[in-house]
C-alpha cells in the first residue's frame, strides 16, 4: 500500500493516555526535538492540572523556543498557570566536591563507571522532580547517544553502587570523605552513607520501573525524511525495545509540500528523495503513528508560532494544492500561461539581437 492511502497519524494519543506521567522527546541533532517538546508541553498543560518540560540538552534551548530565561529550577512559562520549565545540565560539577582524597576516589569511580557521574546527577533531578508533583514531565533530550547513555544510568548507577561497595572494603578510611559527595555529614559515619546508597538505589528502582512501565512512560521519536535520520531512528527504537522503554510515535518534521505549484527543480528533487523515506518508514514502522509536520518557511520560535504550528500535532496536515479548487487552479493556469508569454517574448528579443550582430 502507498503510504498516501495510509490514515495520517497524530499526536492526540499522548495527549489522551492520562496515565502517562513522563514523555521522553528525542531525535538525531537539528530534527525538531525541543520544537516537539515545547509544543507537547503545551499541549498537555490543556488537559493536565500541571507540566513540566525539563531540558536535558547541555546546549540548552527551551529558552530559544519559548523565548524566556529558564535554569535549573522549575519556572513558570510566561501566559500559563500550569506548565513549568527547567534546563538541567546533565554533567555532573566537581568543584564542590571536597578534599583531594575525595576527588581521586571519586575519579577513581568515574573512571571505572563510563557515565557515572552523569547517571548521578540525572537521578538526583529525577528524585527531585518526583518530589514535585507534576502531574506530567516533558523531556527535551539530547541528541540520540546522549539519550540513551541516558536512559542506562539505573543499570550504571548499579554498577557504580557496587564498586562503591567494593571501594569500601578496599579503602575502609576513605569512606568518612564519600559522605561529602551524598550530601551527609561527617558524623553520620559510614552506616549513614550506605543507608543514603541504599536509599539512591531505591530511587533508581523506582525510577526504573517506572520508566519501563508503558502506562507511566512513552519515548517520542522526531526525524526528518532522510537516510540519516531513518537510520537513526531505526538505532534508536531498537535501543528503547532493548531498556523496554516504549514507543509508539514517530513525528516526521520537516516535509516539505509543493503548495505553489513551484517550477523548481531543486524542490521537485528534494521531495522525490523524501518520498522514498516516508515510504520507508510507513513500511518500517506500520504499528506506530506517524505523524507529518511540514517544513515552515520561517523558524517556530516563540509561544505564539509554537501554538499555531501545534495544530499540526491534533490534524493530519493538509497541503493546500490538495484542496485545490477551480478557481486556484484557474490562478494557476493563467499565471503560467503569463510566464510562458515572458519568456517567448524574451527569446523572440534574444533572437532579433542576434541576427543583428
Ligand atoms: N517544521 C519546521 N519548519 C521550520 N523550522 C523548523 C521546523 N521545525 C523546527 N524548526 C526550526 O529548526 C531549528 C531546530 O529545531 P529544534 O531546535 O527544535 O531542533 P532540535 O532537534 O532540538 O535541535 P538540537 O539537536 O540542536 O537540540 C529551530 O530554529 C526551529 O525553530
Ligand atoms: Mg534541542
New binding site residues.
Given amino acids: 500500500m502507498a503510504a498516501a492511502d495510509l490514515a495520517e497519524g497524530t499526536l492526540q494519543n499522548v495527549l489522551e493516555q492520562d496515565s502517562l506521567k513522563w514523555v521522553f522527546v528525542g531525535?538525531?541533532?537539528?530534527?525538531?526535538?525541543?520544537?516537539?517538546?515545547?509544543i507537547l508541553s503545551i499541549l498537555l498543560s490543556r488537559v493536565r492540572s500541571s507540566v513540566l518540560i525539563i531540558s536535558t540538552?547541555p546546549?540548552h534551548?527551551l529558552s530559544?523556543?519559548f523565548q524566556q530565561k529558564f535554569t535549573k529550577t522549575p519556572t513558570l512559562v510566561n501566559g500559563f498557570t500550569n506548565l513549568y520549565a527547567m534546563e538541567v545540565d546533565p554533567t555532573v560539577e566537581h568543584e564542590d566536591m571536597g578534599t583531594d582524597g575525595m576527588d581521586n576516589l571519586f575519579s577513581e569511580l568515574a573512571n571505572a563507571i563510563p557515565g557515572i557521574d552523569e547517571a548521578m546527577s540525572f537521578a538526583e533531578m529525577l528524585k527531585l522532580v518526583q518530589t514535585m508533583d507534576y502531574s506530567v514531565i516533558v523531556f527535551?533530550t539530547?541528541?540520540t547517544g546522549h539519550t540513551l547513555r541516558l536512559l542506562q544510568f539505573p543499570s550504571t548507577l548499579e554498577k557504580g553502587l557496587a564498586k562503591v561497595m567494593s571501594l569500601k572494603n578496599k579503602f575502609g578510611g576513605l569512606m568518612s570523605q564519600m559522605t561529602r559527595l551524598f550530601g551527609v555529614d561527617d558524623e553520620f559515619g559510614e552506616d549513614a552513607i550506605l543507608g543514603k546508597l541504599e536509599g539512591m538505589k531505591d530511587v533508581i528502582e523506582q525510577v526504573n520501573r517506572q520508566f519501563k512501565d508503558p502506562d507511566l512512560t512513552t519515548f517520542v521519536c522526531?526525524c526528518i525524511p532522510e537516510f540519516l535520520s531513518l537510520y537513526e531512528t531505526e538505532r534508536l527504537v531498537q535501543e528503547l525495545t532493548k531498556f523496554e522503554i516504549d514507543t509508539h510515535n514517530i513525528i516526521i518534521?520537516?516535509?516539505l509540500y509543493d503548495e505553489e505549484g513551484s517550477e523548481s527543480k531543486l524542490l521537485k528533487a528534494r521531495m522525490r528523495m523524501q518520498q522514498k523515506y516516508l515510504d520507508q518508514f510507513y513500511m518500517l514502522y506500520d504499528d506506530f503513528n506517524i505523524t507529518k509536520?511540514?517544513?515552515?518557511?520561517?523558524?517556530?520560535?516563540g509561544v505564539e508560532?509554537l501554538k499555531a504550528?501545534s495544530r499540526h500535532f491534533l490534524t493530519p496536515y493538509q497541503p493546500s494544492t490538495s484542496k485545490s479548487t477551480v478557481e486556484t487552479l484557474e490562478q494557476r493556469v493563467s499565471t503560467l500561461r503569463q510566464q510562458l508569454k515572458d519568456a517567448e517574448a524574451q527569446l523572440e528579443k534574444l533572437r532579433k539581437g542576434k541576427q543583428k550582430v
Fill in positions: 531525535g538525531k541533532g537539528g530534527v525538531g526535538k525541543t520544537t516537539c517538546s515545547s540538552d546546549a534551548n530559544d523556543a527535551d539530547a541528541p522526531v518534521n520537516q516535509v509536520l511540514p517544513l515552515l518557511p520561517e523558524e517556530v520560535t508560532a504550528f
